[in-house]
């Protein structure tokens, strides 16, 4: 019975949700307004599951000792990919993962860093999941957000082809014989008979086809063995011949069998059925005492807001010139309050025009103070003395080299006349010599005086 529950409690939420999904899709091809895929609680599901079967497979991939002892990463929790929680330590978690999985597939990629460019990272993954013929049919900025459908997508084929890569085989289960544990359920009867649990059985059956749910229909064959096992040990007990010994020892080995262990289960659909109509119970048992309090309530609130209103109606009456005067006083306040930012306006103004006159008067202050100190101050004066000292020597020494320039001038171009005379000299003496120039040679050269 416990298993039939649970089955049907399962069923129920898948029915529902494919349920939910086809009126959707039918809405979609209607023209109607569409939603998102992402926003589809059936879609959520799914990339729940593909992350439970990645985190099976790295298990299996034994990748807390090659990939977090190895990469220094903590171990990733079943469902870190399926929900977005820190995109950039997402990201960086799943491009260290696919490389490592590419690299446990045959490939040869470097594990990226922090600072490395998302969109590279990205890229070569692409490319490399292209090349083991993944499903790549989605842009690549999907990948940088680090969670959600298309990652646990590559991520699952990337896990799958790692196995594959191994060599990796399923096998088939193996079940374990488990020993049911003896439960009497309190305020019941413990024993109950192959008509009553063959009802309930088909009781069942018959509601899970109502509702279009799954059943295993293991449990039913386990039924009928039980029932031809129990029948046997009955009609042989039923027989007079029977030593009474003997028929107690085979009640207490078939006693097991006879026992239904019923826990009570939040899933299970019979448990919430009764503790709906505990509730109505509940509910309208306590629905009398409160609905005459609640109206006990209400009067007094009515009459409570009708001494409130009177009240307010007198007080209004009372306070209505107050209420005149203080409207005037407010409404001359707001005009004090705009000649008062006017005035500021003003004041502003005028404030800013003496700050500019305050930097003239400064400036021309300045000015003053300069030209005042050069006028007291003598030292050009003394330098003007000293200059014209400096010209006069100057003027002085340039006059004595004019003079010795001068004089050596004069006696150089003396030397050079008296040279000249005695050439002319000579040449007259000799033409004196002649017949005709004898008096000549004794006619005397005048002298030059050497201009001084």
Known sequence: LEIVARYHSSGQTHWRERKRWRQRKKRDEEGEEGHDLSDNPLTAHLVVVRMENISDNLKLLDYERGFCKGLNFKPIPRHYFAVATNPGEQFHVFANLAVWLLNQCGR??????????????????????????????????????????????????????????????????????????????????AEVTLDQLEEEIHEDVESEEEGDVFMDLSNMKETRDLEVEMGGALGGALEAGVDEQQWRLEVERVLPSLRVHLRQDNREWRAHYDQMHSHQEAIETKLADTKVYLDKLQQEIGRTLEKISSREKYVNNQLESSIAEFRTSQDGLAEIRERYRNSSSSVNDLARELAQVTEALDRVKGEMEERGSNMIDAGPLVRIKQALTRLKTECTQMDVRIGVEYQQWSVQSWVCHEAGAVRRGSERVVCSSGPRGGHLGRQALPRRRPAH
């Open 108 to 189: 040869k990629l470097a594990q990226p860093e922090e600072s490395d460019d998302p969109n590279s990272s990205t890229a070569a993954i692409m490319e490399e999941a292209r090349k083991l013929k993944l499903h790549t049919d989605f842009p690549p900025h999907k990948l940088k957000t680090g969670c959600g459908e298309q990652v646990c997508s590559l991520l699952l084929g990337l896990t799958e082809c790692a196995l594959h890569s191994r060599n990796f085989k399923w096998r088939k289960p193996v079940y374990r014989d488990e020993q049911v544990e003896e439960e009497v359920v309190e305020g019941q009867s």
